[in-house]
């Protein structure tokens, strides 16, 4: 099977991903998660790709031997993007008919415009759609202009769109609260987005050689914002360790701690061999592929833990 064939098999992160919603869901019930959860955690997940994208090419900027032919980029970008944004926009709908009690069905337009215009999280995810929905046009015109468009515009905006709902949650009436959630988010979405971005363009052994170390390096940086950050959010919407069982919140985030925990000690050993054999060249582009997708996989699920968090009691 070829390395192009192969990657439709990072589509399996959304099962993986709907795994975590379900496993959140047994750990929680009936304090949440809500429904929209599974479709919250395809726009943070497609969210997190289009930022990947962007972030790997900005990395390329100055190299040789980009990551990918911009053309290439341009393409997986908008269309990640297209698919963030039909996310966001369900996902807004959904939290609409929630508000007001009633089925999606049943949601009419007047309720529907009072949630966008009167209510916090409404008004966000209008922005948020706004952001995705300019990236997707931004991506349009890099893909007609490969050479000459920066990415820097697209990394920016979807930066800020991933960071816009969560610093508005919970922890900004913490000090400091909006910059840790801030940074939980993006660290995130950069340790999951850059590695599906790699499975995604990466053509040849030659290129994992030379980019896998790089975002090696990115990676062990994220991991360690993610739970620095983590851990101090935890600890204010908790505020004490038996929370950690005694609640259904505290259930879902011991849940997540287990997958990162299980992540980071496979990362470890990624560093000591896949990165190491890829750098010297002793492993096939597939066989990179193949360990790529499978960690794409697995952290798809913590994705899905952090999603059905956000409307866990």
């Known amino acids: 099977m070829t390395g192009t064939a192969n990657r439709w098999w990072l589509l399996f992160a959304v099962p993986t991903a709907l795994l975590g919603v379900l496993i959140a869901w047994g750990l929680a019930t009936p304090a949440g998660p809500e429904a929209s959860s599974t479709v919250r955690a395809l726009a943070i997940g497609s969210g997190s790709v289009t930022l990947g994208i962007a972030t790997l090419a900005w990395m390329g900027r100055g190299?040789?031997?980009?990551?990918?032919?911009?053309?290439?980029?341009w393409t997986q970008l908008t269309a990640?993007?297209?698919?963030?944004f039909v996310a966001e926009i369900a996902l807004l709908a959904l939290g609409a008919a929630a508000a007001d009690g009633t089925p999606i069905t049943s949601l009419t337009v007047g309720n529907f415009g009072t949630f966008v215009s009167e209510v916090n999280v409404g008004r966000v995810g209008v922005a948020i759609?706004?952001?995705a929905f300019s990236v997707v046009c931004y991506g349009v015109y890099g893909f007609k202009n490969p050479e000459t468009a920066p990415v820097a515009p697209a990394l920016v905006v979807t930066a800020l769109a991933l960071a816009a709902r969560p610093i508005t949650g919970h922890m900004a009436q913490q000090s400091f609260g909006s910059i840790l959630d801030a940074v939980h988010v993006l660290a995130a979405a950069l340790w999951f987005g850059?590695?599906?971005a790699l499975a995604l363009a990466m053509p040849a052994r030659g290129a994992w050689a030379l980019w896998l170390p790089k975002y090696s390096e990115l990676a062990w940086r994220c991991v360690l914002a993610l739970v620095i950050t983590g851990t101090v959010n935890a600890a204010v919407r908790l505020g004490s360790v038996t929370a950690l069982y005694d609640t259904a919140y505290g259930r879902v985030v011991l849940a997540k701690i287990v997958a990162i925990a299980l992540l980071v000690a496979l990362g470890w050993w990624w560093r000591r061999t896949?990165?190491?054999?890829?750098?010297a060249h002793r492993i096939s582009a597939d066989g990179s592929l193949r360990r790529a997708i499978s960690e794409v996989a697995f952290m798809a699920i913590a994705f899905g833990l952090a999603a059905a968090l956000a409307t866990t009691a």
């Open 129 to 131: 759609i706004v952001c």
């Open 63 to 73: 190299e040789r031997r980009p990551a990918a032919p911009a053309a290439t980029m």
């Open 194 to 196: 850059v590695l599906a």
């Open 80 to 84: 990640l993007a297209a698919v963030w």
């Open 274 to 279: 896949w990165v190491i054999a890829s750098a």
